[in-house]
């Protein structure tokens, strides 16, 4: 089944769990380390919103959210009303550039092909503010068991695509985009580890 299907068939599960794992510690750590107190943030793979898009609604941003799963977006509706949300896949968006203080792409980056992160992260760099930041989660061998993975791994029930190239490639990508690495974090949260990174253009 497609990963947009499997998602439509996840919304309802994810609205049982919501508010399961406290996310109050990654947040606000972000939200600490950037330069302004509200702005413009871009959510890549919003799901229902919760928390990451509600809590920066919550501190006056302008929230635009994309996601291809209808079924998430109807949930992010209900859940964070005020954000802008834009029913696509995140490979296909565009935006002007330096549009955004910050952009967000918690636990989605991983079901892109890891051979096109670095066009994806292109992007992002483009979409920032010279001080803005991003934040990412990347899957690791914490995660998949290899140093470097495209395949699948079975998550509630269903073979969900995975991708990820090794910590040390993909902050050689980063760099060589422009970006600075501000920060990089083994965290794991409901019994899973992955990477969380910050990232900055390069001042
Ligand atoms: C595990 S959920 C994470 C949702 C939310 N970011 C969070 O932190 O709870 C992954 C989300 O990414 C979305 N997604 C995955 N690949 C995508 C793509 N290529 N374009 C847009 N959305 C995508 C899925 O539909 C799903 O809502």
Not at 42 to 47: I, K, M
Not at 148 to 169: A, C, V
Request: aromatic share 16%.
């Amino acid at each position: 089944m497609k990963l947009q299907k499997i998602y439509d068939g996840f919304a309802e599960t994810y609205d049982q769990n919501r508010g399961l794992f406290d996310m109050t510690e990654v947040f606000e750590s972000f939200y600490g380390c950037l330069d302004v107190k509200t702005g413009n943030l871009l959510d890549l793979g919003c799901g229902a919103g919760e928390p990451f898009a509600r809590l920066f609604v919550d501190r006056g941003w302008t929230v635009t959210g994309v996601d291809f799963s209808q079924r998430m977006l109807e949930l992010a509706s209900k859940y964070v009303p005020e954000m802008k949300t834009i029913h696509a896949d995140m490979r296909q968006v565009e935006f002007e550039p330096n549009q955004f203080d910050a952009i967000i792409a918690t636990y989605s980056l991983f079901h892109i092909p890891s051979n096109e992160h670095a066009t994806l992260f292109e992007k992002l760099y483009s979409w920032l503010r010279p001080n803005g930041k991003a934040l990412f989660t990347y899957a690791t061998k914490e995660y998949t068991g290899s140093v470097e993975f495209d395949g699948y791994i079975n998550f509630m029930g269903q073979d969900l695509y995975y991708s990820h190239t090794s910590p040390e490639k993909l902050y050689s990508i980063l760099q060589s985009i422009g970006f600075q690495i501000e920060s990089t974090n083994y965290r794991n949260i409901g019994d899973e580890t992955f990477l969380w990174v910050t990232v900055s253009p390069k001042g």
